[in-house]
């Protein structure tokens, strides 16, 4: 518990550090945390489910940035940054009201995914010595909690700021599956310097396992180029989890040194994705100590994002299954094959059945807290 608050105090200094070092190149970024520099949240409605009236809450500073939530699936809507000219664009994929959200096939645009991010194979797993049958929504396996995750939930609001929301959400012993009364939390707080943290938390009355990611879709062009493949990115891993088939990991994680899988230094996230097959799909394993974990840039906008975490993992994802299918886009795009990038921070996929992996599994009394920052600027 002491390493990983540790590890969260200096991840956290790194991405301050970063954005103070950002306001320097660019007139677009600033140091000041002053109140002054943001803006009151506003809350607007969104629709309704059922009796239940769902709201849209926005955001706001004085350096033209501006995050959307939903408390529909913890759902981040939107993230509107500048681009090196000033320009404000939304770098994120996603839907325009909250029937979009609702449609069948929604990719996971911006939702928070539990109670088990990414897979578990075949839809169970072993806990003390009991087996727990999970939905095999992907098929014979689980995927990112099931039939109804904390994605096709309604959370509720448990406080606001004008910097941030925090929504919580109360998962009862045996939704989906899985053990425990589980009450998670997510905090969404935005910094006059442009930086997105997402703060998770969690606590259960009984064993269980959790694995908590925000599944975004990114494209830093704000859809002035249709795919990513142009936008450049680095992840700091010397090795990832090679999968099967199925993308169920195999056991044991291998170099990127050398191959398609090497983001050490900075690529066209194109350069190499037809040597792999289907695409980017996999979870790196992140160099403890490194702060900055990933950093994506686009050279048509010069927007730059990097990424911190208290996570072990990141999954990598393009964008594979995206067919343009789906109706009530941004602007009525057609998101086809890799409009954008995900970068889901995370433990592991399949950890409950392979020991070797850090563990998932919260006890009574204990407490999950993991952290992300996104850190936007210009270059």
């Known amino acids: 518990m002491v390493r990983s608050i540790t590890r969260l105090i200096v991840i956290l200094g790194m991405a301050v550090s970063f954005i103070h070092c950002k306001s320097k190149e ?81 990719p996971f645009f911006g ?32 995927l990112h909690g099931g039939l109804k995750g904390f994605d096709k939930v309604i959370w509720s609001v448990k406080n606001m700021t004008d910097s941030s929301i925090t929504l919580t959400y109360f998962s009862k012993d045996g939704e989906e599956g899985f053990p425990g009364n589980l009450t998670a939390s997510i905090e969404y707080s935005l910094s006059a310097d442009n930086a997105l943290k997402l703060d998770y938390m969690a606590t259960t009355d009984a064993p269980t396992v959790i694995n908590l990611t925000n599944h975004s879709y990114f494209n830093l062009s704000a859809g002035v180029d249709s795919n990513v493949l142009k936008q450049e990115l680095s992840i700091k891993a010397d090795h990832y989890t090679p999968v099967n088939d199925e993308l169920i990991p195999l056991g044991k994680n291998m170099p990127v040194a050398g191959g398609p899988m090497d983001f050490m230094a900075a690529k066209a996230i194109g350069r190499d994705i037809d040597q792999v097959k ?28 990097k990424m911190y975490t208290t996570q072990p993992g990141v999954q990598f994802y393009t964008g594979n299954f995206l067919n343009g299918g789906h109706a009530d886009t941004k602007k009525g795009r057609r998101y086809g094959k890799h409009a954008g990038f995900c970068l889901e921070t995370q433990h592991y996929p399949d950890s409950p059945n392979q020991p070797q992996f850090p563990t998932t599994t919260l006890n009574p009394g204990e407490t999950y807290h993991q952290t992300t920052v996104y850190a936007f600027g210009v270059r």
């Open 278 to 305: 289907g695409g980017y799909d996999h979870n790196y394993v992140l160099n403890a100590g490194e702060g900055v974990a990933a950093e994506a840039y686009d050279p048509t906008s010069g927007r730059v994002m």
């Open 111 to 142: 939702n928070i995914v539990g109670r088990y991010a990414n897979r578990i194979a075949g839809a169970k797993f072993i806990l003390n010595g009991k087996t727990y049958p999970l939905a095999a929504n992907n098929g014979k396996n689980t």
């Open 26 to 106: 660019s007139s677009n970024m600033t140091a000041s945390t002053e109140p002054s520099q943001l803006k009151k949240i506003i809350v607007s409605p969104f629709g309704t489910i059922g009796t239940d009236s769902i709201s849209l809450f926005t955001l706001k500073n004085n350096q033209g940035m501006e995050v959307g939530i939903t408390n529909y699936g913890a759902t981040l809507t939107s993230i509107i940054t500048p681009d090196k000219n000033g320009v404000a664009g939304d770098v994120l994929l996603g839907f325009n009201s909250l029937n979009g959200i609702l449609q069948k096939g929604n």
